[in-house]
């Protein structure tokens, strides 16, 4: 499926990868590895290290560090959001402008990626609650309404062709 979802991704279709589905969009991971991921974003997934002082997994509440508009991100503002993840992607001059928001666990991390319609999410919506969960699912129902848009001119050119 790799290379469909490559594929779909490639013609900025709407997509929204949460966690690990951040994570597959990065060149590989250090977890279980290395593994190779799509590809899509350079750079890779490392392991957050806990010598100095800080718990691995990373489990709790941060902030965002906006690095440009995220479309799906402007209702958050200055609201924390909630992680669950021992592996974080790894921000760099190559994939800069991919990255819209970071955090700080200790090291810098990606908490968000925007290019187009491709969206992709470190933390978890679902349980970061409130607005949050709703600017999600606002998005997940615009995807849904460019489907029916997108059935609905097939019809109506089909209504005008006959």
Same mark, same amino acid.
């Given at each position: 499926m790799d290379e469909a979802l490559c594929t779909y991704i490639r013609n900025d279709r709407p997509f929204l990868g949460?966690?690990?589905?951040?994570?597959?969009?990065?060149e590989y991971s250090e977890e279980n590895g290395p593994v190779k991921g799509l590809g899509l974003i350079p750079g890779v997934v490392g392991r957050f290290n806990s010598s100095n002082g800080f718990r691995v997994p990373h489990i709790g509440w941060n902030a965002l560090q906006f690095a440009k508009d995220s479309e799906i991100l402007d209702e958050i503002?200055?609201?924390? *959001?909630?992680? *669950?993840?021992?592996?974080?992607a790894i921000p760099s001059d190559d994939n800069k402008e991919w990255v819209s928001s970071t955090c700080n666990y200790g090291y810098d991390f990606i908490a968000s990626i925007r290019r187009g319609n491709v969206h992709g999410v470190q933390f978890h919506p679902e349980k970061s609650g409130g607005k949050i969960f709703c600017a999600f699912s606002c998005y997940l129902f615009l995807i849904?309404?460019?489907?029916?848009?997108?059935l609905l001119k097939g019809r109506l050119q089909n209504l005008l062709r006959g």
């Open positions: 949460i966690c690990l589905g951040l994570q597959l969009l990065f503002g200055d609201r924390h *959001v909630y992680f *669950v993840h021992s592996y974080r849904d309404s460019l489907k029916y848009r997108d």
